[in-house]
C-alpha cells in the first residue's frame, strides 16, 4: 500500500476525536490518506451514494443513530467496503457484537496510536480484498457447478453435512444441512456410504467408488469421489465428497450388456429349444440340423447334414408332403401334423412349421423346417376324449337311473303291501310274492351300480381308525415334500372310527395335501388334524349333506396362495384346473368329493386369497356301535293324518296311497303342482304333510313348494325324487323342506320319513 493515498470516510461526532485522529494519522509518513470527515451517519450514507472510499472509520453513536443499528445500516449500504467501528472503552461487547455482523476491526477511544490505526485500516482493506476474492472464487466455482450434474459437500469427522452445493437425492440443502446420511437415505445405502467415508477418515487416504441410492422405490447410481478434509494442521477434520449420478450410463451400460447377452441367449436358442429346427435347400437337402433335431429324430448333425430330409425323414413320399412343399414355396409358410420316423423308425407325430427363406433379392433359397414332438400331448387329448365320453355315459346312466326308480318304486312297495292284502295266501303265493320283492331290491342294487359308476366306484368297507393313516401321510410327507414346506400333524387319542376303504381315504387326503404342496411354492405349513364332531338336527338342516350323529372330521390346512372366490364353487369339477398345461388335469378333487360322498361324508372349503386353503373331510364315525338301519326298525303306524301325496306317476300314486291308508293313515292325491296347490288351498286344515315328487310336469315340485310355503309357512313337506343334482338338494334346503325321501324308498322308509315331519 506504500505511494498509495488511502481514502477513509470518518463517521464521528466529537470533534476532539476527530482532531486526534487527524494528528495520528499525520505522524504516519508512509501512508497518504485522503479523510473525509461527517458527524451524521445520513451524512456518511449520501457520501456512500457519491464517492468510494478504502475504509469506514464508524463510531456506533452518532446524533442521528445509535448502537449496533448504526453499522447495520452503513455496512447494508457499503457492502464492498471495509467498516472500522469505533468505541468506547465501556462499548466493547457492541464492537465484538458488529464484528459478528460484519466488521473488519473496531478500535477503542483512548487506546489508538497511528501506527495501530494504520494497520487496522491496512489489515481492513486487505482482509476485505482477501474476502471479495474468496467470494469471486466461489461464484466462479458456483458458476462452473451450477450447469454441472456433480453434488458436492463436506461432512464432518461424525459425517453429519456441514457444507452441500447442487444437492441430490431429492432434497433441498436445508434438509441436507447438520444431518448424517442415516437421516436422508434408506438404511442399508446409509450404512455401505458410511464404510465408505469412515475408511477415508481412518486412513487420510482418498477413494473414488460405485454406489447405489434407492429413493422411493427407484434406483439411482453415482459415482463417488471421497477425499480427507484437514485444517491448517494437516488434521483430518472430515471429508469432502464429489458425486456424480451416472444411472443414465450405467442404463446403457445395462442395456448393452443385455443386448450382448440376448444374442449369445439367441444364438444358443437354436440348441437349446427342444424343438427340432432343420433347414434345407430347395433340393430338400439338410444344410443346419440342431440339438433338439438330434435329440428328437436321432441324428446327429454330421449324419444329417446333405442328406435328402424326405428320405431321412418320412418312409415313403406321400401326397400331403407335396402339397405342404407346393404351399410353402407358393405362399411362403405352412403347418400342421405329420408323423415322421426317428433313427430307430419309431413314429412320432410332430407340429410342423414351414417358412420359406428368400435371399436380399427376395429369391427363395431354402425352406425353415421346426417340428414339435406332440405325441403325448395326443396321447393325453386321446385319454381326455375317452374320460369325456364316459362322463357323457354317466350322465346318461343318471338318467336312466332316475326313470328305473320310478318304474322301481310302486313295483317294490306293491310287493311289500301285498302279503298285508292276502295274508292267507298259500305258500306258492307267498313265494312268488317273495321273488317279486327280492327281484325288485335287486333291481334297486342294479341302478345303485349304475349311479356308483356315474359318482364313483365304493370299495370295501371295514372299521378302521384313520389316526394310523394320518400319521403314515405325516412321514411319507416330510420325507418327499419340499423342506421348505412344515409339515405337522394334530390326532387325538380318542378319534372315533369309521367305516370306509383305506386306500380310498388315504388317496383323499394324499390328493389335498398335493394341493396345498403346490399352493405354496415358496414354502409354508402344511398342517393335518383330526377331530371327533356330533352333528345334531339344527346343523344337519343346514348342511343338507349332513346327517345327524357322530362324524370325524379331518382337515387339511396350508398357509398358501388361496383359492379367488369367483373359482371357489367350480374346484370340485372334473378337469377343471388352474395349473399350467401338464402340470394337472383337474380330477384330484373330483375323486376325493366322489370318495368322500361314497363313504357317506361330505367336504367343505374355506379360503382367503393370499392366507391360505382349509378343506374339511366329514365322515360318519362308527365307534365300534352298532346302528340299526331303516329296514330293521318296527314299522310305524299313522294315527288318521291326512297326507297330500303329489306324483306324476300313477303308479307310484296307487302304491303309496295303498301303503299309507294300510298303515292308518288317509291321502289325497295330486298329478302336477297345479293340482297340489288346489287341493291344499282347499284342504290346508286338514292337510298334516305333503309328499311332493320334485320333477312334476306343469309347475315343477320346487314352485310348488314355495306356493304352499306361502300358503302356509309352517307346512310339512317330503321332497322326492329318483335323481337329485346338487343344486336340486340346495334349493330344496333353501326352501324349508323338512326331508328328502330318495326314490325308490320302502314302506319303512315312507313312514319313518313321516313320522320325523309330524313329530
Known amino acids: ?30 501512508v497518504v490518506v485522503d479523510l473525509s470527515p461527517v458527524e451524521r451517519l445520513s451524512e456518511a450514507l449520501n457520501y456512500l451514494t ?68 494504520v494497520r487496522s485500516m491496512r489489515y481492513a482493506i486487505e482482509r476485505q480484498r482477501a474476502d471479495n476474492a474468496l467470494r469471486q472464487s466461489e461464484e ?41 446420511d442415516l437421516d436422508i437415505i ?54 469432502t465428497c464429489a458425486s456424480i449420478d451416472i444411472s443414465e450410463r450405467q442404463a446403457a451400460l445395462r442395456d448393452r450388456k443385455l443386448a450382448e447377452e440376448k444374442i449369445r441367449e439367441q444364438a444358443a436358442l437354436l440348441d437349446v429349444t427342444t424343438d427340432a429346427i432343420c433347414l434345407r435347400d430347395l433340393n430338400n437337402e439338410i444344410i443346419f440340423w440342431n440339438k433338439g433335431a438330434e435329440t428328437l429324430y436321432g441324428w446327429k448333425a454330421t449324419e444329417a447334414s446333405g442328406k435328402n430330409a424326405s428320405e431321412l425323414l418320412y418312409d415313403e413320399f406321400s401326397p400331403e408332403i407335396e402339397a405342404a412343399l407346393l404351399q410353402v414355396v407358393s405362399k411362403g409358410k405352412w403347418q400342421g401334423e405329420l408323423t415322421k420316423l426317428t433313427k430307430t423308425y419309431k413314429e412320432i407325430l410332430v407340429a410342423s412349421r414351414w417358412s420359406l427363406v428368400c435371399d436380399e433379392q427376395g429369391k427363395p433359397k431354402s425352406i425353415l423346417t421346426v417340428d414339435t414332438d406332440i405325441t403325448e400331448k395326443k396321447h393325453l387329448e386321446a385319454q381326455l376324449f375317452r374320460a369325456q365320453r364316459l362322463e357323457s355315459i354317466g350322465t346318461l346312466a343318471s338318467g336312466i337311473a332316475h326313470d328305473l326308480n320310478n318304474i322301481l318304486t310302486p313295483i317294490l312297495a306293491g310287493a311289500q303291501l301285498l302279503p298285508l292284502k292276502f295274508p292267507d295266501a298259500d305258500e306258492r303265493t307267498r313265494h312268488l310274492l317273495e321273488i317279486l320283492e327280492i327281484n325288485a331290491r335287486r333291481g334297486a342294487d342294479l341302478v345303485k351300480q349304475v349311479l356308483s359308476f356315474a359318482r364313483g366306484v365304493e370299495g370295501k368297507r371295514i372299521t378302521l381308525q384313520l389316526r394310523h393313516i394320518i400319521v403314515e401321510l405325516g412321514k411319507i410327507l416330510k420325507e418327499t415334500f419340499p423342506k421348505s414346506i412344515e409339515i405337522s400333524t394334530d390326532v387325538p387319542q380318542d378319534l372315533w372310527m369309521v367305516s370306509g376303504d383305506s386306500t380310498q381315504l388315504h388317496q383323499v387326503l394324499m390328493n389335498l395335501c398335493v394341493n396345498a404342496r403346490d399352493a405354496m411354492p415358496s414354502g409354508g405349513s402344511l398342517t393335518i388334524s383330526a377331530e371327533n364332531l356330533l352333528i345334531d338336527e339344527n346343523y344337519a338342516r343346514m348342511n343338507l349333506e349332513a346327517k345327524e350323529g357322530p362324524y370325524t372330521v379331518v382337515t387339511v390346512s396350508d398357509t398358501g396362495s388361496g383359492i379367488p372366490r369367483e373359482i371357489l364353487d367350480r374346484i370340485f369339477e372334473p378337469f377343471f384346473t388352474t395349473k399350467d398345461v401338464g402340470q394337472g388335469t383337474g380330477l384330484g378333487l373330483s375323486t376325493v368329493l366322489g ?42 303306524t299313522g294315527h288318521g293324518e291326512l297326507i297330500l ?99 325308490p324308498y320302502t314302506v319303512n322308509e315312507l313312514l319313518l320319513s313321516l313320522q320325523k315331519v309330524l313329530s
Not at 498509495?4 to 463517521?11: A, D, R
Not at 462452473?144 to 461432512?155: D, G, H, R, T, W
Open 645 to 743: 301325496v303329489v306324483d306324476d306317476e300313477v303308479a307310484i300314486q296307487e302304491t303309496t296311497r295303498t301303503s299309507l291308508e294300510a298303515h292308518n293313515y288317509k291321502t289325497l292325491i295330486a298329478g302336477d303342482g297345479i293340482e297340489a296347490i288346489a287341493l291344499y288351498a282347499k284342504n290346508r286344515d286338514k292337510i298334516s304333510a305333503v309328499l311332493m315328487d320334485i320333477m312334476l310336469p306343469s309347475l315343477d315340485g320346487l314352485t310348488a313348494i314355495r306356493t304352499l310355503k306361502k300358503i302356509n309357512p309352517q307346512v310339512r313337506i317330503i321332497a322326492s325324487s329318483g335323481l337329485m343334482s346338487d343344486n336340486k338338494l340346495s334349493a330344496v334346503a333353501a326352501i324349508g323342506v323338512n326331508t328328502f325321501l330318495s326314490k
Open 140 to 180: 466462479r466455482f458456483r458458476v462452473a457447478l451450477k450447469n454441472s450434474p456433480i453434488f458436492v459437500y463436506n461432512q464432518d469427522c461424525q459425517l453429519r453435512y456441514t457444507w452441500v452445493y447442487n444437492p441430490s437425492y431429492g432434497l433441498t440443502v436445508e434438509e441436507i444441512l447438520g444431518k448424517q
Open 1 to 30: 500500500m506504500a505511494g498509495k493515498n488511502i481514502k477513509v470516510l470518518l463517521v464521528e461526532d466529537n470533534p476532539g476525536d476527530v482532531f486526534l485522529l487527524q494528528e495520528f494519522l499525520k505522524e504516519v509518513t508512509t
Open 595 to 636: 370318495i368322500v360322498k361314497s363313504h357317506g361324508g361330505f367336504v367343505n372349503v374355506s379360503s382367503e386369497p393370499g392366507s391360505g386353503t382349509s378343506f374339511k373331510v366329514y365322515l360318519p364315525a362308527v365307534e365300534g356301535m352298532e346302528t340299526l338301519t331303516l329296514e330293521e326298525l318296527p314299522p310305524q
Open 186 to 239: 434408506p438404511v442399508e445405502d446409509a450404512q455401505r456410504l458410511t464404510i465408505i467415508k469412515r475408511g477415508v477418515l481412518t486412513t487420510g487416504i482418498g477413494t473414488r467408488e460405485e454406489v447405489s441410492i434407492t429413493i422411493k422405490d427407484t434406483t439411482r447410481y453415482y459415482d463417488l469421489t471421497v477425499e480427507p478434509l484437514r485444517n491448517e494442521s494437516q488434521e483430518v477434520v472430515g471429508v
Open 50 to 117: 457519491k464517492e468510494l472510499f478504502d475504509v469506514i472509520l464508524l463510531d456506533l453513536s452518532l446524533p442521528d443513530s445509535q448502537g449496533l443499528e448504526t453499522f447495520v445500516i452503513a455496512h447494508h449500504q457499503a457492502k464492498a467496503t471495509p467498516i472500522i467501528v469505533l468505541t468506547g472503552i465501556n462499548d466493547e461487547t457492541l464492537a465484538i457484537r458488529a464484528m459478528q455482523e460484519g466488521a473488519q476491526d473496531y478500535l477503542v477511544k483512548g487506546q489508538v496510536t497511528g501506527d495501530l490505526l
